[in-house]
Each structure stands twice: as C-alpha cells, then as structure tokens.
C-alpha cells in the first residue's frame, strides 16, 4: 500500500511516512494509489469483533507495513470505555460509538463520548498514539501545527498533552468560539501545548498552516506536522465509524445504508466516501452545511466557489469557506490525474472558482454519480431541530448536529436506512440551546468548572512571519 500526492508531483511513499506529514511536498494531499477492498463476506465477520478490533483491522489494509499486534496495541489504548466514557445514560460506553434510533429507520451515530465532547476526539486519540508510537520508533520529535474552528483544535490539545517528543501549536479565530470550547482548549497549561489565537476567520488561521507547510526549509528545521482533516490517518480512523455504524444498523450486510453528515472542511464526509470506495454499502451520503454552503452550492450548481470571508454562525465549527478535503473527492472524480487537479487548483487561485460542470464536465459527471447530496441551513433551522430532537426524540443536541437532523428529515427518502453523525454534545453551546428549549443541557460529569478555570492563550494578527517567530521560540 503506496500514497500519492492528489496534483501528482511527489514520490509514493507508505502510511508510516505520511503519517508525520501535512501537505505533500507538491501542495497536494495524500491519497492511496488504489483503494483496498472489503467483500460482504468479511464485513459480516468484522460485525463481532469489538470496536478497537475492528478499527485496527481496518488500518492494517492501509498500513500493511506496521504489525498487527502493534495496530491491535494502538487502537485499544484509544478506544476504550475509560477514555469514550460520556456516553448518554441509556448508552454502553463498551460500544465506544453507539447508534441511537430516533424512529424507524432513522439513527442517531453518538460519537461525542470522548474527552473533549467532540466527534474530533474519534480520530485524534488515535492518531496521538500512533504519532507517538512513531516518533519513539524513529527516535525523532514533532511540532504539530494546527487550525481550529473549534473541536480539532481541542481534540488535539487533549490527545497529545504531555507526550514528551511532541509539541502543539493550535491557532484558533479570536473570539469565534463557544466559551466551552475556548475553556477546553485554552485551559490545558502543559508545557508542550501553545494556543495561539488570530485576529482573523478560520479560514486565516488554515492558510497560515498551508503556509508554513508550504515552506519546506521551515518545515523541516522545525519538524512540521499536521492534525488537522488533511491528516490521512484522520480520515482513516473515520472511516472505521462509518463501517461500524453500517454494522450496528443495515438489517442484513449487503443492504445500503445512508448517511447524513454535518461537514465544513468534507473530511468526515470524505471518510464515508472512503467506506463506500472499499465496498461497503453506503448508500447516499448528504452533506449538511449552514450559511458558509460552498459544498452545498457546489453540487447544486457544479461550480466551487468558495467566499472571501466566511458568516458567523450559530454552528461555529463549519464556519469554513474552503474544504480542503474537497480535492481528495475531485481527484478520485478526475480518475487520479494530478495534472488535472494542478490545474483546477491553480484556476481555483486565480480566478477564485472552478466550473465542473463547464469546464471539466466528464469530472462533474462522475463526481454526481458519487451518491452525494446536500442542504443548507440558517440559525431559525438550527433552533427548530433543537426543539424537534428534545420534543420528538427526547435528546439535547447540538446546533452542528441540528443541521444533519435537518439534512436528514429533509431529503430521506421512504424505506431509506440513514444515519445522522452526531457533532459534539450540546453542552458545548449551551445559549442556542437555552434560545432553544429555555433550558440549559445538562453538563457531563468532570465539566461543572470548566470555564472557571485558568486560561492561557497568545494573540497574533494574520501574519506568517509573526507566527514563524512564536514557533521558533517554542519549538
């Protein structure tokens, strides 16, 4: 199993070699050089195995080269019920994930049981400890570079703190952030985390990293690494969800199940896709946006136009104009042609768009044969799914999963099987629930304080050289 750059120019290298990196050396992201396949046969054999089980598993296709018993090692220090033990009270925590059905039919994937509330923590505790596995094994260290729009940010912080041969620079949008999610990241004080907020949108904060990353010489004096959704083995450690969800819901393996999924930057809808290339049987996959819709506008219309400046929502977290993990979509839609992807890009940065539909439309084509669909929703939409969860279903969720709930009354079809991908517990917004419902959701046990407690956090206007200066100092 080789990765490839998605524009083409950078040699094919394994898992274990892209695991350190952001984007490849050419700009552009990694991506298998085939997709490994799974048979019917074997789905069914993977519906006994426990979660970790099944997680490391699936990794050993896209990791061949590192033992099983190290994968087996790696993904039961992640998932276990120590570490995913915010689960509902009517939930097994020994599930990691579990499935909710609302009605008949329709499901709720619960993947906001981890340390930071978030469905982020499903792949950054994984990830951490096969960072850390790596670097121990190469005797090397890391300085992760990271942007946030919320829960990556403190999902990374969480899974990585202390680990001594890594250290953690997370930039985040002043002041764009619930105060829960600001408290759990700016909180941590260990010595190898460094919050750095910029005056700026999110979409600042990951172009300075596209920056950064883009300048080899400073990447590799200062051993530059990537958590966020570009991170392959992020999407990976998703996509082990998506197969696990399928397994808890289908009625027999072999049925087509579809899914709904709140998405900004398309790396959790990516990793659907990344199931369904594998032969799982997914069936539709709806991408559920707020008012930033560039994917929502992009598969209405066939053109991709992200805007200049991003809205500020209710659901803060895909407050995002550019999805990055769109390339990886329109690379397997362009048939794995990095000229072709150098192209788009390259018109995508001069002239601010590409038209599929127009310019590339066999892309197009195959890219509306994908089984994707697509809303979009406004903070009226939000706060009515709120009160439908609570009134119908009897559940607090939050404002990003409000809008999968949305997608999914919305566009589910009679005698479809879908589930929604649950974004974060609602506690982590507490004033659009009170707006809401008139009540406050409940706080998980271990949270109460949160907010009271210390905060450090470091301000930077929207300027690489100054970012570089604070990375040379910590680092």
Known sequence: MKYVSTRGGAKS????????????????????EVWPKVSLQELAAWKELPYAELAATLLAKFAPEIPQETLRALTRAAYNPDVFCHVRKSENANKIFPTRQLEDGLYLLQLSNGPTLAFKDAAMQLLAHLLNWTLEEQGKTLTILGATSGDTGSAAIHALRGKERIK??????SGRMSDFQRAQMYSVLDDNILNIAINGMFDDCQDLVKT?????????????????SINWARVIAQTAYYIAAYLQTA?????PVSFCVPSGNFGNAFAGLVAKFMGVPVGRIIIATNENDVLHRTLQTG????????????????????????????WEAAQHDGRLITEMWERLALERKIDFSK???????????????STTSTHADR???IK????????????????????AVEQRKAGETMIILETAQAAKFSSTISEALGQEPPIPEGFENLTALPQKVETLENDADALKAKIKAFA
């Open 251 to 255: 009625k027999n393996v072999g049925d």
């Open 13 to 32: 290298v394994l898992f274990s070699e892209i695991l350190l990196e952001g984007l490849a050396p050419d700009g552009g992201l990694y991506v298998p």
């Open 168 to 173: 953690v620079v997370i930039l985040s949008p």
């Open 212 to 228: 950064l990353n883009a300048d080899t010489a400073f990447k590799d004096k200062h051993r530059l690494g990537a958590v966020n």
């Open 303 to 330: 053109r991709y136009a992200p805007a200049q400046t991003a809205l500020v929502t209710s659901s803060p977290s895909m407050d995002i104009t550019k999805a990055s993990n769109f390339e990886r979509v329109i």
């Open 359 to 373: 310019d590339y439309p066999e892309v197009w084509t195959r890219l509306a044969a994908m089984g994707l669909s």
């Open 388 to 407: 439908l969860a609570y009134e119908k279903w009897n559940i607090f969720i939050d404002p990003h999963t409000a809008d999968g709930v949305k997608g």
């Open 383 to 385: 706060i009515a799914h």
